[in-house]
């Protein structure tokens, strides 16, 4: 019996579509994505074939990486060459480790789902110092997820799901939005859209 070894998520066909509403005006003069936390490689099949002036590189964990290539693997798209591995590491500085290839490109262009309410603020922080260095001189970075504002939440969902995270691992949670645009200011970044999206999601839009 064959087994399929392609990974799925549910949320990413809920909410690709709404995604590339935003990416398709915020990347449309972009030329190299780099997706951190590629997860199950679905959104970098779906966004690739939409969008196929870009070059879009994923990147995870190295757990991550045989589910993702399963997917680049089928779509067999042109503009998805293969995954980096790639975390956010506090030790010995924060950063995205291991360090990108010499050859890789600048990328004018930065796209994450779902991952800083998943990893502990360390290593969200982690992120944000890697990016400064992974970007290009203009670049445009996009971050989709659930955000708190002023200290609350936006939705008693919001709520529930924020106790599931910290049941499951205490070092996680939903991020304030005021805390990640201050880490985003710090690399060079202007917040320039803030698009609410369904299911009580944010997609952030900052610039450098």
């Given at each position: 019996m064959d087994h399929d070894p392609k990974p799925f998520s549910p949320a990413c066909e809920r909410n690709r579509d709404p995604i590339l509403d935003v990416l398709r005006r915020h990347f449309a003069d972009a030329r190299e994505v780099l997706e951190?936390?590629?997860?199950?490689?679905?959104?970098?099949?779906?966004f690739a074939a939409a969008m196929p002036w870009l070059?879009?590189?994923?990147?995870?964990?190295?757990?991550?990486?045989?589910?993702?290539?399963?997917?680049?693997?089928?779509?067999?798209l042109a503009n998805t060459p293969p995954s980096l591995e790639l975390a956010a590491t506090v030790e010995p500085v924060p950063a995205l480790a291991p360090p990108l290839p010499h050859d890789a490109p600048a990328f004018?262009?930065?796209?994450?789902?779902?991952?800083?309410?998943?990893?502990?603020?360390?290593?969200?922080?982690?992120?944000?110092?890697?990016?400064?260095?992974?970007?290009?001189?203009t670049a445009t970075v996009v971050v989709y997820g659930p955000f708190n504002y002023d200290g609350d939440y936006t939705s008693a969902s919001n709520r529930e799901f924020d106790?599931?995270?910290?049941?499951?691992?205490?070092?996680?949670?939903?991020?304030?939005?005021?805390?990640?645009?201050?880490?985003?200011?710090?690399?060079?970044?202007?917040?320039?859209?803030?698009?609410?999206?369904?299911?009580?999601?944010?997609?952030?839009?900052w610039r450098r």
């Open positions: 951190i936390g590629s997860g199950s490689g679905q959104h970098a099949v779906h070059r879009w590189q994923c990147s995870d964990v190295a757990a991550h990486l045989p589910g993702i290539r399963a997917w680049l693997d089928e779509a067999a004018d262009a930065v796209f994450s789902a779902n991952t800083l309410h998943i990893m502990g603020w360390p290593q969200v922080q982690a992120l944000f110092a890697g990016l400064s260095t992974a970007m290009a001189e106790a599931w995270l910290k049941a499951r691992d205490p070092t996680s949670g939903i991020r304030d939005f005021e805390a990640v645009n201050a880490l985003a200011r710090c690399i060079g970044l202007t917040l320039i859209e803030d698009v609410a999206m369904p299911a009580n999601n944010r997609c952030l839009v």
